[in-house]
């Protein structure tokens, strides 16, 4: 039964549409059965239905309308060429698995492209339905000549146009189930017939064919022909691509099916092949008989094939019936059916939505309506690249922090104060070469506005992919933090960025250290990394959980705590070493604790000096005025005490050196520390 009714829709619009084509009756029939057949049999959906369409109808009329005249021999011949090589380019995409370039042609595209077509067709209609003699190419020719004709109206002819639109509407109203097309064109030729209408100036398809498709003979080997007609045949491959694919997803969301878009391509480009080859022109999938197709029950595409048997069965009973069908009757299925491409619901959504999909959509719809067909499909798509380039060129990049708990990431507001000494950064967005640019340049601009941040952070689980120009961006971020005495750290890098920095050997140049746990990440760079000494003398901020029982003594010192300090500049001494130097009878000398009292009194060197970092730096520290007295200075983990030799250094003292890794390296040596109670 789906077959019968796929066989019912489908023969009239297979003859209509190739009417829009400018080609014979038969070429429709043939592309109906021949594509119909073949991309059932290679195709990758069960349900979508291949054929004659109207956009692809008219966008081959376009094609070949510029360099030869409809209706001759030569034109039939072109379309069939036409097919064959926007098959090709089909066939191509798919065994080369490039399917997924589709994803990247907005639907704005087709729905800009169909609303124009649908414009053209109906307008292009108009003469037909009316039965007036002029010819034209273009939309303004066109419509010149209905206004300049229009009082040379064939009443007959027009009578019957008229009551073909009416009939359709009316049996759509009655009963929505009956195929409407149909029963009007039957009832029209009937008419035709009984009263020899055809005799008194109504113009008739004439006799159909009651033969099998025959090979066409085409000029494959004609180089210059087949020039002539690339450009045409490249916008018929991809807008009968873009348009199967789009039916195909349509389907899908009803059916749950997932299809192979590679499958479907071999199957559309040999189904196009095959109609060029046997006297057919260009198809491609039908949404309206596709989802006549599911509607029907039919779970595989065996009725599509048994529909392309009946076509041609009723297409030997019915010829002479067929020959009375008034081409005015198919210039009102025509209209009718232009109406229904205009899907004024997508239009709106489209409009409402952002202004890029809007700006395709209008451009492809006026490229349609007043420049070729081939050259508005392919703006179309090109516009849809580029508008897919300018937005995956700017990924967005911003600071973050913690949260009010502590426990997310969230983005940093204007009003809020970040750490002075450790930048955050999350990329949302790919780092391929025609990003990079913009993200450096944010980056850059971050640092540039926080030029005592020395150490970034990147959240990189929005990267999903990263080109070598994303990894030499890195590096020259690495490159201006490490001028600040800083570096840059990574975490939630994504497996495929991951693999990349690690063949081209950023992740050896970095260091396993330099990718964290996001868990890990702070509380890593916080007793590592950031300077206490700035933390507690210089920073109100506490901006990550780590820093929250930091003291805050904030005082004016005449000291710049954010110079880097050159390495190796100040000397040190290990744990071990330290111990056994207080308690050997060597060399004198004092330990100089320089954290706040709270921290000391938590456990520190038993023979160690309270003397707090700002005091020290404000002379009023009681130091040894001796300079054979060793100095050494400690603090939790080795940068405060590095920042106050170094100080004393530049101001003239010698003999100074600093503990190894701090309190943090004394306690891990398993050595003996005071608690004060």
């Not at 066989?7 to 014979?24: D, G, K």
């Not at 113009?203 to 180089?223: H, K, M, N, R, Y």
């Not at 490490?482 to 260091?511: C, H, N, W």
């Amino acid at each position: 039964m789906g077959s019968l009714t796929i066989t019912i829709i489908l023969l009239p619009q297979a003859i209509a549409f190739a009417l829009i084509a400018e080609l014979p009756p038969q070429a429709g029939l043939y592309t109906a059965i021949v594509g119909g057949l073949v991309a059932a049999l290679w195709g990758a959906s069960s349900h979508i239905k291949t054929g004659p369409s109207n956009a692809i109808s008219l966008l081959v009329l376009s094609a070949l309308a510029a360099t030869l005249t409809p209706g001759t021999p030569e034109f039939v011949v072109a379309a069939g060429m036409l097919a064959v090589m926007a098959g090709i380019f089909q066939l191509t995409m798919g065994l080369a698995r490039l399917g997924m370039l589709v994803n990247f042609v907005s639907h704005s595209v087709i729905v800009g492209f169909a609303s124009g077509a649908a414009i053209l067709i109906a307008i292009n209609q108009v003469r037909r339905l009316l039965g007036l003699q002029f010819s034209s190419q273009t939309l303004i020719e066109t419509l010149y000549g209905v206004s300049s004709t229009i009082l040379h109206t064939h009443w007959p002819t027009a009578a019957l146009g008229v009551s073909t639109i009416g009939l359709i509407f009316l049996i759509r109203k009655l009963n929505p189930k009956l195929p409407a097309i149909f029963l009007s064109m039957t009832l029209i030729s009937i008419v035709v017939y009984i009263l020899a209408l055809d005799r008194q100036g109504v113009e008739v398809i004439g006799q159909l064919p009651t033969s099998l498709p025959p090979l066409a003979q085409l000029p494959i080997f004609d180089i210059n022909f087949i020039a002539r007609l690339s450009t045409g045949a490249l916008a018929v491959g991809a807008i009968g691509l873009v348009q199967t694919t789009a039916i195909s997803r349509a389907i899908s969301a009803q059916t749950g099916q997932r299809t192979d878009s590679n499958q479907e391509f071999i199957g559309q480009g040999l189904a196009n092949i095959a109609a060029g080859l046997f006297s057919g022109y260009a198809c491609s999938g039908s949404f309206a008989i596709s989802a006549v197709h599911l509607k029907s029950g039919a779970r595989s595409q065996i009725s599509t094939i048994f529909s392309s048997v009946l076509v041609v069965i009723v297409m030997f009973t019915i010829a002479p019936l067929a020959a009375f069908l008034p081409r005015t009757a198919l210039a009102g299925v025509l209209i009718v059916t232009a109406y229904g491409m205009i899907d004024q619901a997508e239009i709106r959504r489209i409009w409402r939505s952002t202004r890029g999909d809007a700006i395709i959509m209008l451009t492809t719809f006026l490229g349609t309506l007043f420049l070729s067909l081939e050259f508005a499909v392919l703006a179309g798509i090109l516009l849809s690249f580029a508008h897919y380039i300018m937005k995956t060129s700017v990924p967005r990049v911003y600071a973050v922090l913690p949260d009010e708990n502590f426990s997310h990431f969230v983005q940093q507001r204007a009003d809020q104060a970040p750490c002075p000494q450790l930048g955050i950064i999350k990329i949302s967005g790919d780092l391929y070469f025609g990003a990079v640019s913009h993200v450096e340049e944010m980056i850059l601009e971050h640092l540039g506005q926080h030029p005592d941040q020395r150490f970034l952070l990147f959240r990189m689980h929005g990267v999903n992919q990263c080109d070598f120009s994303g990894i030499h961006m890195l590096e020259t971020i690495r490159h201006t933090c490490q001028e600040r005495g800083g570096d840059i750290f990574f975490m939630k890098v994504q497996p495929p960025s991951m693999a990349l920095m690690k063949t081209t050997g950023f992740y050896d140049q970095l260091g396993a250290d330099h990718f964290l746990k996001e868990e890990e990440a702070i509380g890593y760079l916080f007793h590592k990394l950031i300077d206490p000494a700035i933390c507690i003398y210089e920073c109100p901020v506490r901006a990550f959980l780590e820093c929250q029982n930091l003291p805050k003594q904030l005082h004016t010192l005449n000291e710049d705590l954010t110079t880097e300090i050159p390495p190796d500049s100040v000397a040190e001494i290990t744990p071990l070493n330290l111990w056994k130097k207080l308690h050997s009878e060597g060399k004198p000398c004092q330990v100089i604790d320089v954290r706040e009292p709270r921290e000391f009194m938590r456990g520190h060197i038993p023979e160690a000096e309270l003397i707090p970092f700002p005091k020290l730096l404000t002379n009023g520290a009681n130091l040894p005025p001796d300079e054979t007295v060793e100095l050494i200075f400690v603090c939790r983990g080795g940068r405060r005490s590095t920042r106050a030799a170094h100080i004393l250094q530049n101001r003239g003292r010698r003999n100074v050196r600093v503990l190894q890794g701090g309190m943090l390296a004394w306690e891990a040596a398993g050595l003996l520390e005071a608690i004060d109670t």
